[in-house]
């Protein structure tokens, strides 16, 4: 495959001995500034800036456009560094522009989208550490920034304990929490990052229809011997609330210099979905619901999530409320009803006193709660990894493993999120009791699969309306009046907590250590015995490729698009994304492997790609999703091939 670079392409080099900006901008002839860059780049263009460290931030004077960004990124692999400048990043109104690969420290501010600045990417960045705070937040999306899309960044170090005994600043916000209409930000997708450190908070969550997912969020101790929480939603009504926050991390909240203790997470504000997280070792709660001033909390949505030993080491003068893996609190005689907690996990909370939902003015009974799991009186989820004592290095987003080994009660224990209320029949569209608990893309990611409950039944979302509580899908359904709607899920119910376990996940065993497992083998082979390398069905897959990716090798197999898919970014990135069964992975090495023909006529070689995302598949939850990304661009007319290669283990678990 080969992608062209951009219309007109321009490298800074701060370091060559020619480097002017009165040259052309070419290799040979180098800018010296990124400075230049802003004032030369038009759409389509794209910048490489060779390695070096930079005392000019990112402003481009124009916008890109569809299909033709404007592109900053580092040359190749080198290291760039902008440091001891006022901004790194300032889009002003500006769109269409694409940030990659370049590190950003010791700044006044990090990274500013507003004004209306949309359709922006930011990826593959870091910003860290503050030189002089004269914002309260190191980074904003803002007024009317919408749909930008930041991933696979790190935003750390940005606010302060300071000396008077204040807890200052955050490292990341969208939207404004106490603002108007005027500051908001909706529809910006944030995804991958690592963020820590912050004053107050890590992250602020304040807009509307934002996406935060497979994020990782933590925040011990670091400024005078203190942390804070790590997420902060709030918003007025108006201009914050119905976000998606899935499948983070959220970690090791420390007392702040302006309390004993604080809780992980701090939701203050309407009809948000909270599912697929992890909450863990955190000073206080997990998660808290409490309604201000500014705003309500009401109509939240929180299923599927994983708490696990919060309030590990709370103070004395914090009692069982404050002690469980959740708190719901109303400080103003407002509204904190109606919030709905279902197929949640809870164990570890030891210093709760048997208090899983703690309550500061709120009545249990305005709130819904069904098929939570609590491993303190249910017994042990057994975990694959976690334990109580928190580890050593909270950079390692690895622990604690808190995914579900086989065994575990919590497995099968959830139940479906809502029912259908219209008349049975068929259709694609239908009302449903809570349209609440599901999306419909927001136009910036894939809308929800859903499963009808107790059927083989899925589809996808394509429209919510929430004031009307109906759904429409994108293929047509049969149901029952009263029917059951899930997300999908594998064995007879959803597991409950934040991680499902695909079916058939028991312990297995590989006798001859071919790389098949010997019930695959007893199921498929001829007496018992299958050659891995053998194609019986004829479609061009080994019956090793086909255990791997969940296939019959006696049958043929129309469903190869769904691994070993191929795709390139704008930037030129090369991902490949394949489908994986756990019941392999024991016993199969799967090795992504790629080549440039014109510059390796030896063949095939390892190390090109980094792995992005491992995740249960929305189309088979049984099987496991995996992206890898080329750790460079492709260049001009350069053709690249990916393959995967399978090798056996030499020995099973």
């Known amino acids: 495959m080969a992608t062209l670079l951009g219309a007109a392409d321009?490298?800074?080099?701060?370091?060559?001995?020619?480097?002017?900006d009165s040259n052309p901008g070419t290799l040979d002839q180098p800018w010296e500034s990124i400075d230049k860059a802003n004032h030369t780049l038009v759409a389509g263009d794209v910048v490489h800036i060779r390695a070096g460290t930079y005392p000019d931030y990112i402003a481009p004077a124009n916008s890109g456009s569809e299909g033709n960004r404007i592109v900053y990124r580092n040359h190749e692999s080198e290291v760039v560094t902008i440091q001891d400048a006022e901004y790194g990043i300032r889009l002003d109104g500006d769109d269409h522009i694409m940030v990659s690969g370049i590190n950003f420290t010791n700044l006044d501010r990090f990274?500013?989208?507003?004004?209306?600045?949309?359709?922006?990417?930011?990826?593959?960045?870091?910003?860290?550490?503050?030189?002089?705070?004269?914002?309260?937040?190191?980074?904003?999306?803002?007024?009317?920034?919408?749909?930008?899309?930041?991933?696979?960044?790190?935003?750390?170090?940005?606010?302060?304990?300071?000396?008077?005994?204040?807890?200052?600043?955050?490292?990341?916000?969208?939207?404004?929490?106490?603002?108007?209409?005027?500051?908001?930000?909706h529809y910006n997708l944030l995804e991958h990052n690592t963020l820590f450190h912050g004053g107050h908070h890590v992250l602020g969550l304040h807009g509307t229809r934002n996406v935060l997912r497979h994020n990782y969020l933590h925040n011990e101790a670091w400024s005078r011997g203190r942390g804070n929480r790590t997420l902060w939603v709030c918003g007025r009504e108006d201009v914050g609330g119905r976000n998606l926050v899935e499948h983070n991390r959220f970690g090791y909240a420390a007392?702040?210099?302006?309390?004993?203790?604080?809780?992980?997470?701090?939701?203050?504000?309407?009809?948000?979905?909270?599912?697929?997280?992890?909450?863990?070792?955190?000073?206080?709660?997990?998660?808290?619901?409490?309604?201000?001033?500014?705003?309500?909390?009401?109509?939240?949505?929180?299923?599927?999530?994983?708490?696990?030993?919060?309030?590990?080491?709370?103070?004395?003068?914090?009692?069982?409320?404050?002690?469980?893996?959740?708190?719901?609190?109303?400080?103003?005689?407002?509204?904190t009803k109606y919030n709905a907690f279902k197929n949640n996990l809870y164990y570890a909370h030891v210093n709760s006193e048997g208090v899983v939902y703690g309550q500061n003015g709120v009545d249990l009974s305005d709130q819904t709660f069904a098929n939570n799991f609590d491993g303190d009186t249910e017994g042990d989820p057994l975990f694959v990894n976690a334990s109580p004592a928190p580890p050593e290095d909270k950079m390692d987003a690895s622990l604690p493993d808190l995914r579900l080994r086989g065994g575990s009660p919590a497995i099968d224990a959830g139940s479906y999120l809502t029912t259908?209320?219209?008349?049975?029949?068929?259709?694609?569209?239908?009302?449903?009791?809570?349209?609440?608990?599901?999306?419909?893309?927001?136009?910036?990611?894939?809308?929800?699969?859903?499963?009808?409950?107790?059927?083989?039944?899925?589809?996808?979302?394509?429209?919510?309306?929430?004031?009307?509580?109906?759904?429409?899908?994108?293929?047509?359904?049969t149901w029952t009046s009263g029917q059951g709607v899930s997300l999908p899920y594998s064995g007879s119910a959803p597991d409950a907590g934040a991680h499902e376990v695909p079916t058939g996940t028991s312990p297995a065993v590989d006798s001859d250590g071919d790389g098949l497992s010997d019930a695959f083998e007893s199921a498929h082979g001829e007496g018992g015995e299958l050659d891995p390398m053998s194609d019986l069905d004829h479609d061009n897959l080994t019956a090793l490729e086909e255990?791997?990716?969940?296939?019959?090798?006696?049958?043929?197999?129309?469903?190869?698009?769904?691994?070993?898919?191929?795709?390139?970014?704008?930037?030129?990135?090369?991902?490949?994304?394949?489908?994986?069964?756990?019941?392999?992975?024991?016993?199969?090495?799967?090795?992504?492997?790629?080549?440039?023909?014109?510059?390796?006529p030896a063949g095939w070689r390892t190390g090109g790609t980094t792995l992005v995302s491992w995740e249960n598949s929305p189309i088979r939850p049984e099987m496991f999703k995996v992206v890898e990304r080329s750790k460079t661009p492709i260049v001009e007319q350069q053709i690249e091939f990916f393959r995967l290669r399978y090798e056996a283990t030499e020995s099973g678990p």
């Open 10 to 20: 321009y490298f800074v080099d701060r370091n060559h001995p020619v480097a002017s």
């Open 111 to 185: 990274m500013f989208l507003e004004n209306g600045a949309e359709h922006n990417v930011i990826e593959y960045c870091n910003f860290d550490q503050v030189r002089n705070r004269d914002s309260w937040a190191g980074s904003r999306i803002w007024k009317h920034a919408n749909y930008n899309w930041v991933h696979h960044c790190r935003f750390s170090r940005y606010g302060e304990c300071s000396a008077s005994g204040s807890d200052n600043g955050s490292v990341l916000e969208v939207g404004y929490d106490v603002g108007d209409s005027s500051y908001g930000a």
């Open 255 to 335: 007392p702040p210099c302006d309390a004993e203790g604080v809780g992980g997470v701090a939701l203050a504000s309407s009809g948000n979905i909270f599912r697929f997280n992890a909450f863990y070792h955190n000073n206080l709660q997990g998660l808290g619901l409490a309604c201000y001033s500014v705003s309500d909390c009401n109509h939240n949505r929180v299923y599927n999530n994983t708490f696990f030993n919060n309030a590990h080491d709370p103070h004395p003068s914090f009692d069982s409320r404050y002690r469980g893996p959740i708190l719901l609190s109303d400080w103003t005689a407002s509204e």
């Open 420 to 477: 259908i209320t219209s008349a049975g029949g068929s259709g694609t569209t239908f009302a449903v009791a809570d349209a609440g608990y599901f999306m419909d893309g927001w136009g910036i990611i894939e809308g929800d699969t859903i499963r009808l409950f107790e059927t083989g039944q899925t589809a996808l979302v394509v429209e919510v309306d929430y004031a009307g509580h109906q759904i429409t899908v994108d293929r047509e359904l």
């Open 547 to 600: 255990f791997v990716h969940g296939l019959d090798p006696n049958a043929p197999s129309e469903a190869q698009p769904v691994f070993g898919k191929t795709t390139i970014d704008m930037a030129g990135y090369f991902s490949i994304t394949y489908e994986l069964d756990p019941m392999a992975m024991p016993f199969v090495v799967v090795t992504v492997e790629h080549m440039r023909p014109l510059e390796d």
